[in-house]
């Protein structure tokens, strides 16, 4: 079997780190906050940082992406907001 790609390795780091640390925190887990943390990390493939601290090139394919950011941001509040 292959290893991850980077992306799909952060996502994975993510929803583990969330578990990790909530489980430290509150003794006990809920997967919609590991959901929600492998959105937020999916986003930030799709826009990293930099890109949003340039504010995403005036094109279509920048727009195109900063909408699937935001929804993937949406999705992951919604989650969190029903644990």
């Known amino acids: 079997m292959t290893e991850p790609s980077p992306a799909a390795q952060a996502i994975l780091s993510a929803y583990h780190e969330e578990a990790m640390d909530y489980i430290e925190e509150w003794g006990s887990f809920k997967h919609k906050r590991g959901m929600a943390a492998a959105l937020r990390a999916a986003a930030d493939c799709i826009v990293p940082g930099k890109l949003l601290a340039d504010n995403l090139e005036e094109s279509i394919a920048g ?21």
């Open 63 to 83: 727009r195109e992406r900063f909408l699937v950011y935001q929804k993937l941001l949406a999705i992951a509040a919604e989650l969190e907001s029903h644990d």
